[in-house]
């Protein structure tokens, strides 16, 4: 009931809201919590920037533009139930004010009648309602249709606004060769940080007999994984980018080194002697793990990774966890960082200090590297039943950069 309650009272165009109102109710149905308004995907306090200072300056000439991200659910059909709504609405109130006077019982009964033919056209079209608001809940985000960027558009395709910047930032799964785990293994926390080990799973020429750990791990100090060592041989879905679904798919990164001809030195001949480093992306595969993740290790792959100013985690679209960061602060810092919780869409809460009731500052998570290890019970989650289910397991990540 929450859901739909949110999203009627929320902003922006009223058909819209009517339809994200119904299709929240069967997400609702199905665990998923709908509470964020505005957009569903950027709420508002980030579409409208109202954090940013320069944004904010009077000294800087900003046009802000409304960016529709509900284009289906504010056609026709939104269209259609706007009127629907509105119309037995007023037909509500002039019952009352009407027939209500002379018999509230009557007036009562008329209601009921007019809500029954409100939801017999409700059940006819609820299909209909809902796939609109689930296709621009998973579609919308990537459409500029404000007339005024019309041209950003080629051959009647849509260049985003990320497509504009140095880098998308993306979250691989981090992989680790068996051999540089075995020398990682036997050495103190501090001898391990500031080792320069190549962590990645790597090979030279040929995948066949390599494993790797793909970073789910039964600890924060234990390199084991918490599943099964995969055979790179096994990675067969590479990762090109030239599709809007490689973006929202996890991968993992892999080094592969080829020594091909070149020169010594002296300038004489290396046949097959020169190396040459290729990074390959992938598609995780299946991963069942048979024990509880302590540490989920993962590579940032941006420009700037340590100088990330938000993550956000989704755990089966129940438990969520973000990190919000001041990049003018040294990200090695004690305080670069706010983290916020929140359960089943609501309210986001700063981390307290059990005994002061003071927020909690953390350093960036994200290393130079861009290694980024997430322990979860550094921040409150001592029962991992929390974010962890006992089956299939969702997990949703997203990162705003130094740039946008």
């Known amino acids: 009931m929450a859901n739909p309650l949110a999203q009627l009272n929320g902003d922006g165009n009223v058909s819209t809201r009517y339809v994200n109102a119904v299709t929240s109710i069967v997400m609702g149905f199905a665990g998923i919590p709908m509470l964020t308004t505005d957009s569903n995907i950027v709420p508002a306090t980030s ?19 409304y960016f529709n991200a509900a284009p289906k659910a504010s056609r026709e059909l939104g269209k259609l139930l706007e009127i629907s709504f509105t119309a037995v609405q007023q037909e509500m109130k002039g019952i009352d ?12 009964a008329v209601k009921s009648a007019l809500a029954v033919q409100l939801a017999a056209l409700l059940a006819g079209t609820i ?6 608001g689930i296709a621009d809940l998973s579609e919308s985000h990537n459409l500029p249709i ?5 041209n950003w558009m080629l051959n009647d395709s849509v260049h985003v606004y990320e497509d504009f910047l140095y880098e998308r930032p993306f979250v691989n799964l981090a992989l680790n060769d068996i051999a540089t785990l075995n020398k990682l293994q036997g050495m103190s926390d501090s001898a391990r940080d500031v080792s320069t080990f190549n962590r990645n799973c ?11 750990a793909i970073g789910l791990f039964k600890s924060a100090n234990d390199l084991n994984s918490t599943q099964k060592k995969q055979p790179l041989s096994g990675l067969t879905m590479p990762l090109r980018f030239k599709s809007e679904s490689d973006w929202s798919k996890m991968g993992v990164k892999v080094d592969r080194w080829e020594k091909v ?23 995780v595969p299946a991963i069942t793990a048979d024990d509880r993740i302590e540490k989920y290790s993962f590579v940032v ?6 100088r990330l100013r938000q993550i956000r985690m989704n755990f089966n679209y129940q438990e969520e966890i973000a990190w919000e960061c001041d990049i003018t602060k040294d990200p090695e810092a004690n305080d670069a ?31 130079k590297n861009g290694q980024f290890d997430f322990e979860p019970r550094k921040y409150g989650y001592d029962n991992l039943l929390a974010i962890q289910k006992d089956n299939q397991n969702t997990v949703t990540i997203s990162t705003v950069n130094k740039i946008a």
Not at 265 to 281: A, Q, T, Y
Not at 338 to 343: I, Q
């Open 47 to 65: 579409s409208d920037a109202q954090n940013v200072d320069m944004l904010n300056d009077e000294m800087v000439d900003v046009a802000r533009k």
């Open 97 to 108: 004010n009407s027939l209500g006077l002379i018999s509230s019982e009557m007036a009562d």
């Open 127 to 132: 299909v209909d309602v809902v796939q609109a």
């Open 146 to 150: 404000d007339k005024g960027f019309k």
């Open 202 to 212: 790597f090979y030279i020429g040929s995948k066949n007999g390599v494993n790797c």
């Open 261 to 283: 001809d070149g020169l010594h030195p002296d300038g004489s001949k290396n046949e097959k002697g020169v190396p040459i480093r290729h990074v390959e992306r992938y598609e």
């Open 301 to 306: 792959d941006d420009l700037m990774p340590h």
């Open 337 to 367: 960082c706010t983290v916020y919780k929140r359960s089943g869409g609501g309210k986001w809460n700063a981390i307290l200090d059990s005994a002061s009731g003071d927020t909690i500052k953390y350093v960036h998570p994200v290393k």
